[in-house]
């Protein structure tokens, strides 16, 4: 079992930055590779970025790449996600996710544990 706590949500003006943080607890956290997604008002669980358990691969979907750095700390068992220049089309629940393997994977179905999300809402 794995705890994921998400934190550093909250209400930002447009072209804003936040940085939002994922604890983990519970497994062996530097051997498994994490995700961040959201989710906005009446759409689907999108993909944001990804990192490796070793954190030497990243990815990110195209709409926030250039924007967005995820980075993670095993030592301290977090992933982060640090977003710049946010347009308001950036507000939704943002989740972090593990999954069980060293790769990094922009597909939700291959991620096993779930945090409760924050809300991130960008005003213009």
């Known amino acids: 079992q794995v705890q994921l706590v998400e934190s550093g949500g909250g209400l930002v003006q447009a072209g804003g930055s936040l940085r939002l943080s994922c604890a983990a607890s519970?497994?062996?956290?530097?051997?498994?590779?994490m995700g961040w997604f959201r989710q906005a008002p009446g759409k689907e669980r999108e993909f944001v970025a990804t990192?490796?358990?070793?954190?030497?691969?990243?990815d990110y979907a195209d709409s926030v790449r250039g924007r967005f750095t995820i980075s993670r700390d095993n030592a301290k068992k977090t992933v982060y996600l640090q977003m710049k220049s946010l347009p308001p089309g950036d507000t939704a629940v943002y989740y972090c996710?593990?999954?069980?393997?060293?790769?990094?994977?922009?597909?939700?179905?291959?991620?096993?544990?779930w945090g409760q999300g924050t809300q991130v809402t960008v005003s213009s």
């Open positions: 519970g497994r062996t956290f530097s051997s498994y590779a």
């Open positions: 996710a593990v999954r069980n393997s060293p790769y990094a994977s922009p597909r939700p179905v291959e991620y096993d544990y």
């Open positions: 990192i490796s358990a070793s954190g030497r691969t990243t």
